[in-house]
């Protein structure tokens, strides 16, 4: 019943952009906190960049700092991912996770996840 789709991956050299977009249904989208988890090949799956119910609280891994900004729109259902200065280091699967009591930061147990998409950055 539960679904959040993940968008908007693909290939790119370094230095540049993408925008990944994660739309949910099945759920009450404003009663949940949302994230974005990167897992590079051969690694675990780590949270990348969270936000709060009402989008004012933002949490970022370290790595992601300064060139990443995750947004909502609660009318829409949708919480997007905007990357940019792309380096070979951020290739990998990305996933959409939902959960009601994270209240905006990553780390903890999520409830639900997205099937993932593949980000892949080129030299």
């Known amino acids: 019943q539960v679904q959040l789709v993940e968008s908007g991956g693909g290939s790119v050299q370094v230095g540049g952009s993408l925008r990944l977009s994660c739309t949910a249904s099945g759920l009450t989208f404003d009663d949940y906190s949302m994230g974005w988890f990167r897992q590079p090949p051969g690694k675990e799956r780590d949270g990348f960049a969270c936000?709060?119910?009402?989008?004012?609280?933002?949490w970022y891994e370290h790595s992601a700092r300064g060139r990443v900004t995750i947004s909502r729109d609660n009318a829409k259902n949708t919480m997007y991912l905007q990357m940019n200065n792309l380096k070979p280091e951020d290739t990998g699967m990305y996933y959409c996770?939902?959960?009601?009591?994270?209240?905006?930061?990553?780390?903890?147990?999520?409830?639900?996840w997205g099937q993932g998409i593949q980000v892949t950055v080129s030299s």
């Open positions: 996770g939902a959960d009601r009591l994270r209240a905006g930061v990553c780390p903890g147990t999520w409830g639900y």
């Open positions: 936000i709060s119910t009402d989008g004012l609280k933002t």
